[in-house]
Structures are given as structure tokens and as C-alpha cells.
Nanobody, 119 residues
């Protein structure tokens, strides 16, 4: 059974920082691209950042320069450091594990962790 468990969300003031973590089990972690997505009320879920097994990264333009995504293939964890947070970063943040195998998508999601940026 695949599980992705996020932690680290919470309330932070504008300009503050948070570090999200996701612990994965039930998958061969190193085979998957790991990502963070977010969904704000009334909006579609959107990519925040993702990292391939070898360490290559991709970031959302709206947050580029304020994020660092990292992974530890030995510990099956992926982290997201977020700095200079803005009220518009308020959303539920989801951990994602993805790979394509024999033409089929294998796509897993965590339950999400709330990030609220407010004074």
C-alpha cells in the first residue's frame, strides 16, 4: 500500500519560511519523480516544484527563487523549503509521486498539508 505523508504546514507571517516534508512508503522511491502541488480555494491544483530521481528540478515560475526542493533516496523523503512567503501562497500543499511505466501513469498523492500565510 502506497502512502505519502506530508508534514510541516502551518500558519506563517508574510515574509516567513516553512519547510514541508513528505515521507513515502510502499513504492521504490528512487524510481519516482517527486513533486509538490498546491490547491487554493476555488482554484485548480498546480505544480509547485518537482525533482527527478537524479536530482534535476523544476519550479513554478510564480515561486521561483523562493523554493528549494530536495530528496533523500535513502530515507524515502522529499522536502520543500519555502522562503519569503506571500499571502497568495496560502493553499493546501500535496506531495506527489509519479512515474510512467509501460505506457501507464503511476500517480500517488498525499492527504495534503495546509499552509496559511497571514499576519
Amino acid at each position: 500500500q502506497v502512502q505519502l505523508v506530508e508534514s510541516g504546514g502551518g500558519l506563517v507571517q508574510p515574509g516567513g519560511s516553512l519547510r514541508l516534508s513528505c515521507a513515502a512508503s510502499g513504492i521504490i522511491f528512487s524510481y519516482y519523480t517527486m513533486g509538490w502541488y498546491r490547491q487554493a480555494p476555488g482554484k485548480q491544483r498546480e505544480l509547485v516544484a518537482r525533482i527527478i530521481s537524479g536530482g534535476g528540478t523544476e519550479y513554478a515560475e510564480s515561486m521561483k527563487g523562493r523554493l528549494t526542493i530536495s530528496r533523500d533516496n535513502a530515507k524515502n523523503t522529499v522536502g520543500l523549503q519555502m522562503n519569503s512567503l506571500k499571502p497568495e501562497d496560502t493553499a493546501v500543499y500535496y506531495c506527489n509521486a509519479y512515474r510512467r511505466l509501460f505506457g501507464r501513469d503511476q500517480d500517488y498523492w498525499g492527504q495534503g498539508t495546509q499552509v496559511t500565510v497571514s499576519s
